[in-house]
Protein backbone atom coordinates (compact mmCIF):
# COMPACT_ATOMS: atom_id res chain seq x y z
CA UNK A 1 0.00 0.00 0.00
CA UNK A 2 1.08 3.76 -0.65
CA UNK A 3 2.11 5.99 2.00
CA UNK A 4 0.84 9.60 1.53
CA UNK A 5 0.25 13.17 3.45
CA UNK A 6 -2.75 13.12 2.21
CA UNK A 7 -6.17 12.21 3.95
CA UNK A 8 -7.20 8.94 2.25
CA UNK A 9 -10.77 8.38 0.59
CA UNK A 10 -12.21 4.69 1.82
CA UNK A 11 -12.72 1.95 -0.48
CA UNK A 12 -14.37 -0.98 -0.30
CA UNK A 13 -12.30 -4.04 -0.10
CA UNK A 14 -14.08 -6.10 -3.27
CA UNK A 15 -13.75 -2.59 -5.13
CA UNK A 16 -17.33 -2.62 -6.58
CA UNK A 17 -18.45 0.34 -4.34
CA UNK A 18 -17.77 4.56 -4.85
CA UNK A 19 -14.45 5.94 -2.81
CA UNK A 20 -16.12 7.15 0.00
CA UNK A 21 -14.92 10.01 2.63
CA UNK A 22 -14.34 9.38 6.30
CA UNK A 23 -17.73 10.48 7.12
CA UNK A 24 -19.81 8.19 4.59
CA UNK A 25 -17.60 5.08 5.11
CA UNK A 26 -18.00 5.48 8.83
CA UNK A 27 -21.93 5.89 8.66
CA UNK A 28 -22.59 3.43 5.98
CA UNK A 29 -20.63 1.18 7.91
CA UNK A 30 -20.04 -1.77 5.16
CA UNK A 31 -19.35 -1.23 2.06
CA UNK A 32 -22.75 -1.51 -0.58
CA UNK A 33 -21.08 -4.98 -2.31
CA UNK A 34 -20.23 -6.17 1.05
CA UNK A 35 -16.79 -5.71 1.22
CA UNK A 36 -14.99 -3.33 4.16
CA UNK A 37 -14.08 0.28 3.90
CA UNK A 38 -10.52 0.50 3.77
CA UNK A 39 -8.31 3.43 2.94
CA UNK A 40 -6.74 4.43 -0.47
CA UNK A 41 -3.23 5.02 1.19
CA UNK A 42 -1.86 5.31 4.36
CA UNK A 43 -1.34 8.16 6.09
CA UNK A 44 2.60 8.67 7.14
CA UNK A 45 2.89 9.96 10.64
CA UNK A 46 6.45 10.90 11.14
CA UNK A 47 6.04 13.70 10.96
CA UNK A 48 2.92 14.64 14.23
CA UNK A 49 5.67 14.34 16.91
CA UNK A 50 3.50 11.17 18.22
CA UNK A 51 6.76 9.89 20.15
CA UNK A 52 6.99 13.38 22.25
CA UNK A 53 3.13 13.48 23.26
CA UNK A 54 2.95 12.86 26.74
CA UNK A 55 -0.82 13.23 27.16
CA UNK A 56 -2.73 10.03 25.75
CA UNK A 57 -5.72 12.02 24.13
CA UNK A 58 -3.24 14.86 22.51
CA UNK A 59 -1.59 11.74 20.99
CA UNK A 60 -4.99 10.42 19.80
CA UNK A 61 -6.38 13.54 17.96
CA UNK A 62 -3.24 14.72 16.21
CA UNK A 63 -2.87 11.06 14.84
CA UNK A 64 -5.93 10.84 13.82
CA UNK A 65 -6.88 13.93 12.42
CA UNK A 66 -4.58 13.19 9.32
CA UNK A 67 -7.21 10.03 8.77
CA UNK A 68 -10.35 11.90 9.00
CA UNK A 69 -10.36 15.38 7.19
CA UNK A 70 -11.38 18.47 8.03
CA UNK A 71 -15.25 17.82 8.05
CA UNK A 72 -14.33 17.37 11.93
CA UNK A 73 -12.32 20.70 13.43
CA UNK A 74 -9.24 20.31 14.79
CA UNK A 75 -11.05 21.93 18.34
CA UNK A 76 -14.33 19.53 17.85
CA UNK A 77 -11.98 16.23 17.48
CA UNK A 78 -9.68 17.00 20.66
CA UNK A 79 -12.73 17.55 22.31
CA UNK A 80 -14.21 13.96 21.32
CA UNK A 81 -11.22 12.01 22.33
CA UNK A 82 -10.52 13.37 25.66
CA UNK A 83 -14.45 12.88 26.41
CA UNK A 84 -14.53 9.31 24.67
CA UNK A 85 -10.68 8.74 25.83
CA UNK A 86 -10.88 9.63 29.62
CA UNK A 87 -10.14 6.27 31.35
CA UNK A 88 -6.68 5.23 32.45
CA UNK A 89 -4.33 3.30 30.01
CA UNK A 90 -1.40 1.18 31.25
CA UNK A 91 2.30 -0.18 30.80
CA UNK A 92 2.69 -3.10 33.10
CA UNK A 93 6.03 -5.26 33.20
CA UNK A 94 6.12 -8.41 34.47
CA UNK A 95 8.19 -9.46 37.08
CA UNK A 96 10.60 -12.63 37.33
CA UNK A 97 13.50 -13.75 35.06
CA UNK A 98 10.47 -16.24 32.59
CA UNK A 99 8.60 -13.09 31.67
CA UNK A 100 11.29 -10.93 31.72
CA UNK A 101 10.76 -8.14 28.72
CA UNK A 102 7.25 -8.54 28.25
CA UNK A 103 4.92 -5.63 29.32
CA UNK A 104 1.43 -5.70 29.63
CA UNK A 105 -0.61 -2.74 27.83
CA UNK A 106 -4.02 -2.75 29.94
CA UNK A 107 -6.71 -1.41 27.85
CA UNK A 108 -9.74 -2.82 30.32
CA UNK A 109 -9.97 0.04 32.15
CA UNK A 110 -12.69 1.73 30.66
CA UNK A 111 -17.02 1.53 31.54
CA UNK A 112 -17.12 -1.69 30.20
CA UNK A 113 -13.92 -3.33 31.19
CA UNK A 114 -12.44 -4.82 27.91
CA UNK A 115 -10.50 -2.62 25.18
CA UNK A 116 -13.34 -2.29 22.46
CA UNK A 117 -14.14 1.15 24.71
CA UNK A 118 -11.95 3.00 22.73
CA UNK A 119 -13.31 2.02 19.67
CA UNK A 120 -16.66 2.06 20.31
CA UNK A 121 -16.74 5.36 22.57
CA UNK A 122 -14.45 7.18 20.01
CA UNK A 123 -16.92 6.06 17.38
CA UNK A 124 -19.92 7.28 19.35
CA UNK A 125 -18.98 10.49 19.72
CA UNK A 126 -17.92 10.94 15.91
CA UNK A 127 -21.20 9.63 14.44
CA UNK A 128 -23.19 12.13 17.24
CA UNK A 129 -21.07 15.03 15.52
CA UNK A 130 -22.28 14.38 12.28
CA UNK A 131 -25.83 13.34 12.92
CA UNK A 132 -26.21 16.68 15.11
CA UNK A 133 -26.52 18.31 12.14
CA UNK A 134 -29.19 16.66 10.36
CA UNK A 135 -32.56 15.24 10.97
CA UNK A 136 -32.30 11.80 10.17
CA UNK A 137 -32.01 9.42 12.58
CA UNK A 138 -29.61 5.84 12.30
CA UNK A 139 -29.98 2.39 13.76
CA UNK A 140 -26.66 0.95 14.17
CA UNK A 141 -27.10 -3.29 14.37
CA UNK A 142 -23.68 -5.29 16.36
CA UNK A 143 -23.15 -8.58 16.58
CA UNK A 144 -21.19 -9.29 19.41
CA UNK A 145 -18.93 -12.42 20.84
CA UNK A 146 -19.02 -10.45 24.27
CA UNK A 147 -17.65 -7.33 24.59
CA UNK A 148 -18.40 -5.46 21.47
CA UNK A 149 -21.76 -5.14 22.42
CA UNK A 150 -21.68 -3.44 25.80
CA UNK A 151 -18.88 -1.11 24.81
CA UNK A 152 -20.91 -0.01 22.10
CA UNK A 153 -24.28 -0.08 24.11
CA UNK A 154 -22.57 2.18 26.45
CA UNK A 155 -21.01 4.08 23.70
CA UNK A 156 -24.41 5.19 22.36
CA UNK A 157 -26.91 5.02 24.56
CA UNK A 158 -28.82 7.85 25.53
CA UNK A 159 -27.95 9.46 22.15
CA UNK A 160 -30.85 11.23 20.26
CA UNK A 161 -30.63 9.95 17.09
CA UNK A 162 -29.36 7.07 17.22
CA UNK A 163 -30.96 3.53 17.96
CA UNK A 164 -28.95 0.55 19.05
CA UNK A 165 -29.82 -2.95 18.08
CA UNK A 166 -27.74 -5.78 20.11
CA UNK A 167 -27.64 -9.09 19.02
CA UNK A 168 -25.38 -11.83 20.89
CA UNK A 169 -25.52 -15.68 21.15
CA UNK A 170 -27.22 -16.77 23.93
CA UNK A 171 -25.68 -18.71 26.62
CA UNK A 172 -21.91 -18.41 24.66
CA UNK A 173 -20.86 -15.72 26.69
CA UNK A 174 -19.82 -15.35 30.25
CA UNK A 175 -22.56 -14.57 32.93
CA UNK A 176 -20.76 -11.26 33.06
CA UNK A 177 -20.84 -10.33 29.77
CA UNK A 178 -24.19 -11.29 29.45
CA UNK A 179 -25.35 -9.05 32.11
CA UNK A 180 -23.55 -6.04 30.88
CA UNK A 181 -25.54 -6.76 27.60
CA UNK A 182 -28.81 -7.91 29.06
CA UNK A 183 -28.90 -4.21 31.50
CA UNK A 184 -31.69 -1.94 30.08
CA UNK A 185 -30.05 1.08 28.62
CA UNK A 186 -31.79 4.03 26.57
CA UNK A 187 -32.41 3.57 22.64
CA UNK A 188 -30.55 0.45 23.02
CA UNK A 189 -32.37 -2.80 22.30
CA UNK A 190 -30.55 -6.53 23.31
CA UNK A 191 -31.40 -9.38 21.01
CA UNK A 192 -30.16 -12.90 22.42
CA UNK A 193 -29.53 -15.18 19.32
CA UNK A 194 -29.93 -18.94 19.72
CA UNK A 195 -27.11 -19.66 17.83
CA UNK A 196 -22.81 -18.65 17.31
CA UNK A 197 -21.71 -15.49 17.12
CA UNK A 198 -21.13 -16.30 13.17
CA UNK A 199 -24.74 -16.73 13.13
CA UNK A 200 -25.11 -13.31 14.49
CA UNK A 201 -22.87 -11.71 11.95
CA UNK A 202 -24.49 -13.42 9.00
CA UNK A 203 -27.89 -12.55 10.26
CA UNK A 204 -26.25 -8.80 10.64
CA UNK A 205 -24.60 -8.92 6.96
CA UNK A 206 -28.44 -10.29 5.47
CA UNK A 207 -29.77 -6.90 6.99
CA UNK A 208 -27.56 -5.03 5.15
CA UNK A 209 -28.21 -5.93 1.87
CA UNK A 210 -31.68 -6.33 2.53
CA UNK A 211 -33.41 -3.67 0.30
CA UNK A 212 -36.73 -3.61 2.43
CA UNK A 213 -34.72 -2.42 5.17
CA UNK A 214 -33.04 0.57 3.97
CA UNK A 215 -35.31 3.13 5.25
CA UNK A 216 -33.85 2.55 8.73
CA UNK A 217 -30.75 3.85 7.67
CA UNK A 218 -29.05 0.54 9.16
CA UNK A 219 -25.02 1.07 10.34
CA UNK A 220 -22.56 -1.13 12.09
CA UNK A 221 -20.66 -0.53 15.02
CA UNK A 222 -18.86 -3.69 14.64
CA UNK A 223 -14.89 -3.61 14.05
CA UNK A 224 -15.63 -3.80 10.12
CA UNK A 225 -16.42 -0.19 10.72
CA UNK A 226 -13.46 2.10 10.17
CA UNK A 227 -14.38 4.68 12.26
CA UNK A 228 -14.00 1.76 15.29
CA UNK A 229 -10.69 0.54 13.99
CA UNK A 230 -9.26 4.04 13.55
CA UNK A 231 -9.12 4.80 17.34
CA UNK A 232 -7.82 1.19 17.87
CA UNK A 233 -3.97 2.43 16.24
CA UNK A 234 -3.79 4.71 19.30
CA UNK A 235 -2.73 3.22 21.79
CA UNK A 236 -0.21 1.21 19.92
CA UNK A 237 1.32 4.65 19.06
CA UNK A 238 1.33 5.15 22.95
CA UNK A 239 2.81 2.30 23.83
CA UNK A 240 6.08 2.44 21.83
CA UNK A 241 6.36 6.30 22.83
CA UNK A 242 5.63 5.21 26.77
CA UNK A 243 7.60 2.42 26.99
CA UNK A 244 10.29 4.36 24.70
CA UNK A 245 10.64 1.38 22.79
CA UNK A 246 12.71 0.92 19.69
CA UNK A 247 11.15 -1.91 17.48
CA UNK A 248 9.24 -3.67 19.44
CA UNK A 249 6.91 -6.55 19.29
CA UNK A 250 3.06 -6.35 19.47
CA UNK A 251 1.27 -9.65 20.84
CA UNK A 252 -2.40 -9.44 19.98
CA UNK A 253 -4.77 -11.89 21.22
CA UNK A 254 -7.13 -12.18 18.15
CA UNK A 255 -10.52 -13.00 17.02
CA UNK A 256 -11.80 -10.83 14.26
CA UNK A 257 -8.82 -9.62 13.53
CA UNK A 258 -9.44 -5.50 14.03
CA UNK A 259 -7.08 -5.33 16.54
CA UNK A 260 -4.30 -6.77 14.49
CA UNK A 261 -5.28 -4.99 11.31
CA UNK A 262 -5.16 -1.75 13.60
CA UNK A 263 -1.62 -2.40 14.83
CA UNK A 264 -0.61 -3.61 11.35
CA UNK A 265 -2.28 -0.03 10.10
CA UNK A 266 -0.07 1.88 12.55
CA UNK A 267 3.14 0.30 11.96
CA UNK A 268 2.79 0.78 8.11
CA UNK A 269 2.09 4.32 8.60
CA UNK A 270 6.02 4.56 10.32
CA UNK A 271 5.23 3.13 13.90
CA UNK A 272 8.32 0.64 13.97
CA UNK A 273 7.31 -3.10 15.01
CA UNK A 274 9.97 -5.94 15.19
CA UNK A 275 7.42 -8.38 14.88
CA UNK A 276 3.31 -8.94 15.46
CA UNK A 277 2.28 -12.14 16.92
CA UNK A 278 -1.52 -12.89 16.28
CA UNK A 279 -2.70 -14.96 19.23
CA UNK A 280 -5.48 -17.26 18.48
CA UNK A 281 -7.22 -19.86 20.75
CA UNK A 282 -8.60 -22.87 19.55
CA UNK A 283 -10.31 -20.98 16.30
CA UNK A 284 -7.99 -21.31 14.06
CA UNK A 285 -8.41 -19.85 10.64
CA UNK A 286 -5.76 -17.28 11.05
CA UNK A 287 -2.39 -19.42 12.30
CA UNK A 288 -3.36 -21.67 9.37
CA UNK A 289 -3.14 -19.12 7.07
CA UNK A 290 0.18 -17.93 8.36
CA UNK A 291 1.73 -20.80 8.52
CA UNK A 292 1.34 -21.25 4.51
CA UNK A 293 -2.54 -23.20 4.42
CA UNK A 294 -4.92 -21.83 2.06
CA UNK A 295 -7.86 -23.03 5.24
CA UNK A 296 -11.36 -22.56 4.93
CA UNK A 297 -13.70 -20.61 7.03
CA UNK A 298 -15.27 -22.84 10.15
CA UNK A 299 -17.52 -22.75 12.33
CA UNK A 300 -16.40 -21.26 16.11
CA UNK A 301 -15.97 -23.31 18.87
CA UNK A 302 -16.61 -22.55 22.06
CA UNK A 303 -12.95 -21.42 24.31
CA UNK A 304 -12.23 -19.78 27.85
CA UNK A 305 -11.73 -17.09 25.48
CA UNK A 306 -14.94 -16.54 24.14
CA UNK A 307 -14.74 -13.50 23.00
CA UNK A 308 -12.14 -14.81 20.04
CA UNK A 309 -14.02 -17.49 19.26
CA UNK A 310 -14.61 -16.38 15.83
CA UNK A 311 -14.31 -19.24 12.75
CA UNK A 312 -14.52 -16.38 9.72
CA UNK A 313 -12.64 -13.65 11.23
CA UNK A 314 -14.35 -10.35 9.21
CA UNK A 315 -11.30 -8.82 9.16
CA UNK A 316 -9.17 -10.73 6.84
CA UNK A 317 -10.29 -9.66 3.92
CA UNK A 318 -9.36 -6.01 4.82
CA UNK A 319 -5.74 -7.04 6.37
CA UNK A 320 -5.45 -8.94 2.57
CA UNK A 321 -6.15 -5.61 1.27
CA UNK A 322 -3.40 -4.03 2.79
CA UNK A 323 -0.19 -6.16 2.34
CA UNK A 324 0.62 -8.82 0.34
CA UNK A 325 0.47 -12.24 1.55
CA UNK A 326 3.91 -13.01 1.28
CA UNK A 327 4.29 -9.47 3.54
CA UNK A 328 1.53 -10.37 5.94
CA UNK A 329 2.79 -13.73 6.64
CA UNK A 330 7.16 -12.32 7.28
CA UNK A 331 5.57 -9.72 9.73
CA UNK A 332 3.14 -11.88 11.28
CA UNK A 333 3.71 -14.69 13.11
CA UNK A 334 0.78 -16.12 14.93
CA UNK A 335 -0.47 -19.56 17.04
CA UNK A 336 -3.15 -21.31 18.50
CA UNK A 337 -3.80 -22.08 22.29
CA UNK A 338 -5.34 -25.14 23.55
CA UNK A 339 -8.36 -24.50 26.56
CA UNK A 340 -5.84 -25.85 28.99
CA UNK A 341 -2.84 -23.97 28.33
CA UNK A 342 -4.84 -20.97 28.69
CA UNK A 343 -5.54 -22.23 32.39
CA UNK A 344 -2.33 -22.93 32.89
CA UNK A 345 -0.73 -19.72 31.75
CA UNK A 346 -2.97 -17.93 34.37
CA UNK A 347 -2.54 -19.97 36.77
CA UNK A 348 1.33 -19.67 36.49
CA UNK A 349 1.66 -16.38 35.94
CA UNK A 350 -0.47 -15.87 39.01
CA UNK A 351 1.34 -17.88 41.22
CA UNK A 352 4.56 -16.78 40.01
CA UNK A 353 4.24 -13.09 39.55
CA UNK A 354 1.13 -11.95 41.03
CA UNK A 355 -0.10 -10.46 38.42
CA UNK A 356 -4.11 -11.70 37.43
CA UNK A 357 -4.73 -11.82 34.12
CA UNK A 358 -8.29 -12.51 32.03
CA UNK A 359 -8.19 -15.74 29.37
CA UNK A 360 -7.89 -13.50 26.31
CA UNK A 361 -4.40 -11.87 27.53
CA UNK A 362 -2.97 -15.07 28.81
CA UNK A 363 -3.63 -16.65 25.42
CA UNK A 364 -1.20 -13.56 24.55
CA UNK A 365 1.55 -14.06 27.22
CA UNK A 366 1.54 -18.38 26.11
CA UNK A 367 1.76 -16.97 22.55
CA UNK A 368 4.95 -14.98 23.76
CA UNK A 369 6.92 -17.55 25.29
CA UNK A 370 6.06 -19.95 22.64
CA UNK A 371 7.18 -17.80 19.84
CA UNK A 372 10.43 -16.81 22.44
CA UNK A 373 11.11 -20.49 22.39
CA UNK A 374 11.05 -20.82 18.55
CA UNK A 375 12.67 -17.76 17.43
CA UNK A 376 14.91 -16.77 20.09
CA UNK A 377 13.74 -13.44 19.82
CA UNK A 378 14.70 -11.12 22.84
CA UNK A 379 12.72 -8.13 22.19
CA UNK A 380 10.77 -6.29 23.96
CA UNK A 381 6.95 -8.00 23.66
CA UNK A 382 4.08 -5.81 24.65
CA UNK A 383 0.67 -8.18 24.75
CA UNK A 384 -2.30 -6.47 24.71
CA UNK A 385 -4.67 -7.16 27.65
CA UNK A 386 -7.89 -7.05 25.85
CA UNK A 387 -10.25 -7.64 28.95
CA UNK A 388 -10.36 -7.05 33.01
CA UNK A 389 -10.14 -10.24 34.80
CA UNK A 390 -12.94 -9.81 36.22
CA UNK A 391 -15.31 -10.10 33.47
CA UNK A 392 -14.42 -13.47 33.41
CA UNK A 393 -14.71 -14.61 37.29
CA UNK A 394 -15.70 -18.43 36.53
CA UNK A 395 -12.85 -19.10 34.79
CA UNK A 396 -10.56 -17.31 36.49
CA UNK A 397 -11.77 -18.92 39.67
CA UNK A 398 -11.58 -22.26 37.15
CA UNK A 399 -7.49 -21.37 36.59
CA UNK A 400 -6.22 -19.75 39.95
CA UNK A 401 -8.74 -21.35 42.37
CA UNK A 402 -10.08 -17.52 43.75
CA UNK A 403 -12.56 -15.02 42.19
CA UNK A 404 -11.36 -11.41 41.21
CA UNK A 405 -12.88 -9.00 42.99
CA UNK A 406 -15.98 -7.53 41.65
CA UNK A 407 -15.39 -3.47 40.31
CA UNK A 408 -17.61 -1.12 41.64
CA UNK A 409 -19.11 -0.69 38.05
CA UNK A 410 -20.17 -4.49 37.76
CA UNK A 411 -22.17 -4.40 41.01
CA UNK A 412 -23.97 -1.63 39.63
CA UNK A 413 -25.24 -3.11 37.08
CA UNK A 414 -26.43 -5.94 38.47
CA UNK A 415 -29.07 -3.74 40.58
CA UNK A 416 -30.09 -2.18 37.11
CA UNK A 417 -33.40 -3.44 35.42
CA UNK A 418 -33.03 -6.30 32.55
CA UNK A 419 -34.14 -6.58 29.12
CA UNK A 420 -33.38 -8.95 26.72
CA UNK A 421 -35.93 -10.66 24.03
CA UNK A 422 -34.95 -14.02 23.13
CA UNK A 423 -35.44 -15.40 18.95
CA UNK A 424 -34.09 -18.12 16.88
CA UNK A 425 -31.26 -17.89 14.62
CA UNK A 426 -33.25 -17.58 11.24
CA UNK A 427 -33.50 -14.20 9.49
CA UNK A 428 -37.49 -13.83 9.36
CA UNK A 429 -37.01 -13.99 12.74
CA UNK A 430 -34.69 -11.60 13.17
CA UNK A 431 -36.29 -9.59 10.65
CA UNK A 432 -39.67 -9.42 12.75
CA UNK A 433 -37.66 -8.57 15.94
CA UNK A 434 -35.89 -5.07 13.99
CA UNK A 435 -39.32 -4.37 12.68
CA UNK A 436 -40.99 -4.41 15.99
CA UNK A 437 -38.60 -2.81 17.61
CA UNK A 438 -37.10 0.33 15.74
CA UNK A 439 -39.47 3.19 16.05
C1 LIG B 1 -13.05 -8.57 20.84
C2 LIG B 1 -12.04 -9.13 21.75
C3 LIG B 1 -10.88 -9.74 21.26
C4 LIG B 1 -10.63 -9.94 19.78
O1 LIG B 1 -10.41 -8.73 19.10
P1 LIG B 1 -10.52 -8.71 17.48
O2 LIG B 1 -10.31 -7.28 17.15
O3 LIG B 1 -11.89 -9.20 17.15
O4 LIG B 1 -9.47 -9.61 16.96
C5 LIG B 1 -9.94 -10.19 22.17
N1 LIG B 1 -10.15 -10.08 23.49
C6 LIG B 1 -11.25 -9.51 24.00
C7 LIG B 1 -11.42 -9.45 25.48
C8 LIG B 1 -12.23 -9.01 23.16
O5 LIG B 1 -13.33 -8.45 23.66
Not at 195 to 200: I, K, L, V
Not at 256 to 261: D, E, I, R, V
Amino acid sequence: MQIHNSVPAYISTRGEAPAFTFQQALLEGLAKDGGLFSPTHIVEVNNTGWREAKYFPALASSILRNWIGDDISSSELSAIVDDALNFPLSLVPLKGEEWKGIYVLELFHGPTLSFKDFGARTMARMIEHYKSHSNERLTILVATSGDTGSAVADGFSGQERVQVILLYPKGKVSPTQELQLVVERKGVQTLAIEGTFDDCQRLVKRAFQDKDLAHLSLSSANSINIGRLLPQMLYYFWAVSNGNFESPVFCVPSGNLGNLTAGVMAHLSGMPVHQFIAAHNRNDFFPRYIAGDNPEFKASVHTPSSAMDVGAPSNFERLNSMMTSDVLRDKIWATSVSDEATLETMKKLYEKTGYLSDPHTAVGIESIQRYRKETGSEHPCIVLATAHPAKFPEIVKEAIGIEPATPRSLMELALRPKCAIPIPATYEAFREAISQNVR
